[in-house]
């Protein structure tokens, strides 16, 4: 009863609002205010607020409304640890049986020549680090230039 009181009373506001605003000359404002102003009237009419009100007061309701947000907690908290581990078990189970038939033994080296796959181990020994990786860093960059046609 006092929501439709106050629904009503918003809506009378509005309307008054909308028509000080229409006789300043200011048309397109106004009936943007009208309409605002309408929509609670408007919710009066269908009933939604009596809806809202019985819902917004009713203990039963807001436990139904707390079971629905566990329940959307449970989806997403679910939906983020598969997405994460790469799917469900059986599509992670199908992923590892096709990744291992596809991978050849020398897959995991590059395949840019000697420099790339030379270990810390075989360097010269007469080069500091810095100098031996700036020097691996140019033969990759000159492997790969050589292997484009450049």
Do not use: N
């Not at 009237?41 to 436990?63: E, H, I, Q, R, Y």
């Amino acid at each position: 009863m006092i929501a439709e009181t106050v629904c009503s009373a918003v809506a009378a506001a509005g309307l008054g609002i909308a028509a000080v605003t229409a006789y300043r000359k200011r048309f397109l404002a106004a009936t943007r205010i009208a309409a605002y102003s309408l929509v609670p009237l408007g919710l009066v009419m269908t009933g939604v607020v009596d809806w809202l009100a019985d819902t917004a007061f009713s203990p039963t309701a807001w436990a139904g409304f707390g079971v629905l947000g566990l329940s959307w907690v449970l989806f997403s908290t679910t939906r983020a640890v598969e997405r994460r581990r790469g799917g469900t078990r059986k599509e992670r189970k199908a992923a590892r049986g096709a990744r291992q038939e596809a991978v050849a033994p020398a897959a995991s080296a590059p395949s840019l020549g000697p420099a790339a796959t030379r270990t810390p181990a075989a360097r010269p020994a007469g080069k500091s680090r810095a100098t031996a990786t700036a020097g691996d860093d140019f033969s990759d960059i000159e492997a790969i230039l050589k292997k484009h046609g450049i």
